[in-house]
């Protein structure tokens, strides 16, 4: 009886091995890397790249590789087929000028292609964005929250029992945006003991999708508010926000950015602010710690909020996109969307017009509150040269915390380290 009881023991934890094993990476990598282990070069320094390509940790012999290599976004050499005898190839760069230089290497096994990247910067403590800021910027911002302001919040709330903790109780909230009828949804988590609490706002990413809240940070002994930007409930079914990011939403980065009154991101600039406006209404915040954090599109709106809203005391901006619109115009590596990257020859002048009013470099020029700046250098959604230009703008107290070998992504370590910031902000352990 005793070894039918452990046959079957061994036999359900294989099973378990079994249901639970998962893909995980690749056997074959491409390697790239500097001889800086910081990735940092003056300009007029050379780097020297070593590429590697591996396969279960070892060199493969006789591979051939395609690489191109020069600034992000605008490589200067291109090369195919290159036979790299015994696996590893090394590659000299320069800069004359602060910037981001990029090696990039696709390598061809077995009918497959493998890529890596490496992406090294000259000085780029000195980078300058290129946008010019409208004389009528805070004037334009001003009026708009103000016009906004005229509708009343009129918030709603919905308790979700299924989502909520010992500790905390978790809702569906909506309040008013631009207009009436115009409404902003979102995720409200309070912690369930009575008392005055600091409070976060967590801003999203491009996107179409549904929200589940900020419980953990709550449990902690703040207030969080999660939001979505296109006036929709944040808790359908995923194939609810599919069909818009494909129909009604989709490339809803580019809608009328000929006209800055009617274009997609005021709408979303101004929804983020009257979150502010909303978690202010509430009897649970404390009054004086209020923060706002997010990741690309929700980096940029980070910086809008901290830049018009004396409210917020602390923002963290991770690769934060929609900054230094301009730059492609200028043969420079721009921020997301890269409005003019692809056609600058025909660039519509309305649109460039437009861009200075929705670019984060305006807006983070502006910033009196402190902030923690994070993205990496081997981004090639968010360049890291409109990221870094603008933290550099930042003239308000800020901390920078780079992981060089990040794309548009982070690691657990970066995560970790972002959440920790925040958390101290608002004094949680």
């Known amino acids: ?47 020297t790249f070593k590429v590697c390509v591996l396969k279960s940790g070892t060199l493969i012999d006789d591979i051939k590789v395609d690489y191109e290599a020069g600034p992000e976004m605008y490589p200067e050499i291109k090369k195919e087929n290159v036979t790299l005898k015994d696996g590893t190839m090394t590659f000299k760069g320069s800069m004359k000028k602060p910037g981001f230089y990029r090696l990039k290497v696709k390598a061809h096994v077995g009918g497959k292609d493998y890529e890596g990247l490496c ?32 509708t ?71 207030i969080t508010l999660e939001i979505g930007i296109h006036g929709i409930p944040v808790t359908m079914q995923q194939d609810f926000y599919d069909k818009l990011a494909n129909g009604a939403l989709w490339n809803y980065c580019n809608y009328n950015m000929d006209n800055r009154d009617e274009s997609y991101y005021k709408r979303v600039f101004i929804g983020a602010v009257r979150a502010i406006d909303y978690i202010a209404s509430l009897d649970e915040w404390n009054g004086k710690d209020l923060g706002v954090t997010g990741s690309s599109q929700g980096g940029m709106l980070s910086l809008v909020c901290a830049a018009l809203d004396s409210r917020v005391t602390f923002y963290g901006a991770v690769h ?34 437009t861009s200075r009013y929705y670019d984060g470099v305006n807006f983070a020029k502006r910033i009196k509150c402190k902030g923690w700046f994070s993205f990496g250098y081997n981004d090639d959604v968010v360049p890291p040269t409109t990221a870094y230009a603008t933290y ?18 982070w690691y ?9 910031w925040l958390h101290s902000q608002m004094g949680l352990k």
């Open 1 to 47: 009886m005793r070894k039918f009881a452990i046959l079957l023991l061994s036999l359900a934890l294989y099973c378990n091995i079994e249901l639970n094993a998962q893909i995980r990476g690749n056997n074959i990598v491409v390697t790239v890397t500097p001889d800086h282990k910081d990735w940092n070069y003056k300009t007029g320094e050379t780097a």
């Open 392 to 409: 550099n703008i930042v003239t308000a107290p800020k901390e920078l915390h780079p992981y060089q070998m990040t794309g548009h992504y």
């Open 412 to 420: 657990q370590e970066q995560w970790d380290e972002w959440e920790a």
């Open 119 to 150: 992406t090294a910067a000259f000085s780029p403590e000195k980078l300058i964005p290129t946008t010019e800021d409208p004389e009528d910027f805070d004037e334009f911002w001003a009026n708009s929250l103000k016009e906004a302001r005229y």
């Open 320 to 353: 934060a996109a929609l900054c230094d619109h301009t730059a492609s115009l200028k043969g420079i590596a721009c921020g997301w969307p890269h409005y003019f990257y692809y056609d600058v020859k025909n660039a519509d002048p309305k649109k460039i017009n």
């Open 152 to 222: 009343q919040l009129e918030p709603t709330k919905e308790l979700l029992p299924e989502r909520c903790t010992k500790d905390v109780n978790v809702y569906q909230v909506s309040f008013h945006n631009v207009r009436w009828g115009s409404r902003t949804y979102g995720i409200l988590c309070v912690p369930v003991k009575p008392g005055k609490y600091p409070a976060l706002l967590r801003v999203p990413g491009y996107g179409v999708r549904p929200y589940q809240g900020d419980v953990w940070t709550a449990a902690k002994g703040a």
